[in-house]
T-cell receptor, first 117, second 110 residues
């Protein structure tokens, strides 16, 4: 299984500013994903980040608002730009990795809790 | 557009009782996940169901998948307080993208 870390674990930001969230994996993975969990809600996929190509965004999410970098096979960043209170959420990265069973599974990082005031 | 629906959304149980959480989805998929989330925490993977008729059990939890009915169930046997959490099902589609259900908030009362 993959071990995923995220920085920062939480932050409080002022509206209009931007925050970059880092995701680090302990092994090389092809696909990384960024999800958002709004307060009391389920998870929604923001984008898929593959190394060496542009991120693929889901409907309702755009690159100008959520630029993503994927410089190598173990690291990715998500920036939340020009923040508003509606961006207050938990942001989670996830990866596909091979489990002890031999099959691949999807694992989630600990999340970044963002509050925008 | 894929829709994933869980029910119930809220479940309050007494310890020792049995109950089932249902997860219905609207399009074909061969891979379904169940996750647990404790308050303020990330997601913990419980089960990955890969094929029709798959059944997996871990402790007091058992998950099954019927791909023809597009239905998965998470059965809780003899619930204990430690099982209190929110449970999500998630359906995998092309590109390993996950679509999540709304979540079932389970409270097990002594």
């Amino acid at each position: 299984s993959a071990v995923i870390s995220q920085k920062p674990s939480r932050d409080i930001c002022q509206r209009g500013t931007s925050l970059t969230i880092q995701c680090q994996v302990d092994s090389q993975v092809t696909m990384m994903f960024w999800y958002r969990q709004q307060p009391g809600q389920s998870l929604t996929l923001i984008a898929t980040a593959n190394q060496g190509s542009e991120a693929t965004y889901e409907s309702g999410f755009v690159i100008d608002k959520f630029p993503i970098s994927r410089p190598n096979l173990t690291f990715s960043t998500l920036t939340v730009s020009n923040m508003s209170p509606e961006d207050s959420s938990i942001y989670l990265c996830s990866v596909c990795s091979v489990a002890s069973s031999g099959r691949y599974e999807q694992y989630f990082g600990p999340g970044t809790r963002l509050t925008v005031t | 557009e894929l829709k994933v629906e869980q029910n119930p959304l809220f479940l309050s149980m007494q310890e020792g009782k049995n109950y089932t959480i249902y997860c219905n989805y609207s399009t074909t998929s061969d891979r379904l996940y169940w996750y647990r989330q404790d308050p303020g925490k990330s997601l913990e993977s419980l089960f990955v169901l890969l094929s029709n008729g798959a059944v997996k059990q871990e402790g007091r939890l058992m998950a099954s998948l019927d791909t023809k009915a597009r239905l998965s169930t998470l059965h809780i046997t003899a619930a204990v307080h430690d099982l209190s959490a929110t449970y999500f099902c998630a359906v995998e589609t092309s590109g390993s993208r996950l679509t999540f259900g709304e979540g079932t908030q389970l409270t097990v009362n002594p």
